[in-house]
């Protein structure tokens, strides 16, 4: 059939402009949005961003996420550590203000 004689699936007064690729049902132009460089109506969209997700979800990304963490205090450690025996090494006088005097 012609995309010319059709009506939206969801609003049979409107016409339709575009078919999805997903399901091969025609829309308007309220119920058909872009995603990725490609036109489909907002059901199939749900379904690829669902699956997209599910492919995102990585096993091992909490593996990766505490490594980090980890890395990044004693990251933190370590700079707090010579910190403080920079200000060690400091001596007492320069602290009591006479070293200026």
């Known amino acids: 059939m012609d995309i010319v004689s059709q ?19 025609f829309f308007c132009r309220e119920c058909i949005t872009e995603h990725e460089g490609r036109v489909v109506c907002a059901d199939c969209l749900k379904k690829l961003v669902h699956r997209e997700e599910r492919k995102s979800r990585n096993p091992l990304r909490y593996v990766f996420q505490a490594i980090k ?3 990044g205090i004693v990251i933190i450690w370590i700079f707090f550590y010579y910190l403080g025996r920079i200000l060690m090494v400091i001596p007492e006088s320069f602290h009591d203000g006479t070293m200026w005097k």
């Open 7 to 25: 009506r939206c699936s969801f609003h049979w007064q409107r016409e339709a402009v575009a078919k999805c690729p997903e399901c091969n049902r």
């Open 69 to 71: 963490f980890a890395f």
